[in-house]
């Protein structure tokens, strides 16, 4: 069985920044991807970004491209998700997510789809005010 505790999530105004931390315990594999997804009020959960951990490659939903930045520390077993330049947009519960998939050519097309991820924390609130 898999952990997963998110912290750092918090009210912002527009223009600010937040980081969202994960700390993954429990049964772990040499390869998989961890995954940060979001979901406002009313609308499906959708993805943000994703890191595979041995590698550390990256992929990001368009919107935050340039102002999110996914990073982990292996030795902590902890995801970070850095945000910058937040808008009120981004509100949201933010999930952290792993899913066993390892970087392969269809890595990123997989990692977007929330159903390619086993285990989800509790998730953390984003506000952000104009």
């Known amino acids: 069985q898999v952990q997963l505790v998110e912290s750092g999530g918090g009210l912002v105004q527009a223009g600010g920044s937040l980081r969202l931390s994960c700390a993954a315990s429990g049964r772990t594999f040499s390869s998989y991807t961890m995954g940060w997804f979001r979901q406002a009020p009313g609308k499906e959960r959708e993805f943000v970004a994703a890191?595979?951990?041995?590698?550390?490659?990256?992929y990001y939903e368009d919107s935050v491209k340039g102002r999110f930045t996914i990073s982990r520390d292996i030795a902590k077993n902890t995801v970070y998700l850095q945000m910058n330049s937040l808008k009120p947009e981004d509100t949201a519960v933010y999930f952290c997510t792993k899913s066993n998939i390892g970087f392969s050519t269809t890595w990123y097309g997989r990692v977007r789809s929330r159903y390619e991820y086993d285990y989800w924390g509790q998730g953390t609130q984003v506000t952000v005010s104009s």
């Open positions: 890191i595979s951990w041995t590698g550390g490659r990256t």
